[in-house]
Structures are given as C-alpha cells and as structure tokens.
C-alpha cells in the first residue's frame, strides 16, 4: 500500500511540474534546431524568434503566401481557416506539434507570417476550461433536478401509499 501512495505522489508531482512550468521542457536552441513541425515557406527574413514562435517576413504580396500554405497545408486534415480583417488564421485542431500559423493582410509587397507552436499551458488551459464548464453544468442540472424533486414530492404527496 506504501509503495502504491509513493508512485501516486511521484505521478502527481510529476503533473504539477509539467502543468506550471512549460518553460522547462522547451529547449533554448537556436531555431535552425527546432522542429517546428510546420510548413515554412522558404525564401524568408526571421523577424523574431520566441519559445512557443516564430515570425516571418516575405516580400511577397499576401495573395502569393497564402496560396503557397494552403497547397503545402493540403494533406492535412485537421486544419481550420478563419479569414479575420487582420489575418488569415490558420489553426490546427488535430495532433500536429504546431497550434497555428498566421498570415497577416498589412497589403502591399511585404506579408508577415507567424507560427506558433503547441505548449503545455495552452493545453492544460483549455483543459481546465472544458473540466469547469463541465462541472457548472452539472451543478445546474443537479440544481434542476432537486427543484423538480421538491415539486413532485409536493404534488404526489396527497396519494400516499395505504399499508
């Protein structure tokens, strides 16, 4: 029984770990290092590099790059596209290692593309939304499911059952 307490208590500190600190398990290697697991187009300038990001510039028109991601982005299945004022925003709902990859619309000759990977506190967050959801909706169904109890206590009442 000591030994069964002992591996939960490791199982579980093992989970807070990886749950409020993400930083420890991306590397800080350079990005030539990191597998993005995304298409990137070639022919780019790196603007900027973070750990769960990427930003890219191309001196292409927005028309061009979109129409080079959405032919590299034809086997995957699991991708959703939102066309935004700002963005054509392209997210991954599936199992892929990358969350999304956005192509900014600024016009003219100049597109900017960002891609951002998948990290443990964007999963757990949207985890931790979905239990609480869960869990408020079964508190009103539980809620609701009492007052109509109480109701038909009230209303049966009359028709005891005789001995």
């Known amino acids: 029984m000591k ?12 989970m807070i770990v990886v749950t409020f600190s993400p930083t420890l398990i991306a590397a800080d290697t350079p990005l030539q290092d990191k597998q993005w697991e995304a298409p990137v187009m070639p022919g780019g300038t790196l603007v900027k590099t973070e750990d769960t990001s990427v930003l890219i510039s191309y001196n292409l ?3 061009k790059v979109l129409e080079w991601y959405k032919k590299a982005l034809e086997n995957y299945k699991d991708e959703k ?6 963005q ?3 997210e991954d709902q599936g199992g892929a290692k990358w969350h999304s990859i956005g192509i900014s619309k600024d016009g003219g000759a100049s597109t900017t593309v960002r ?3 998948d990290n443990w506190t964007w999963i757990f967050s949207t985890l931790l939304i979905r239990f609480a959801g869960v869990f408020v909706i079964l508190v009103i169904l539980w809620i609701l499911l009492s007052i109509s109890n ?3 206590k009230k209303l049966f009442a009359k028709e005891a059952v005789k001995p």
Do not use: N
């Open 3 to 14: 030994t069964i307490k002992f591996i939960y208590s490791i199982f579980f500190s093992l």
């Open 61 to 63: 028109p927005y028309e």
């Open 81 to 86: 596209y939102r066309d935004w004022k700002e």
């Open 88 to 90: 054509m925003y392209i």
């Open 115 to 117: 891609i951002v990977k």
């Open 150 to 152: 109480a109701v038909m």
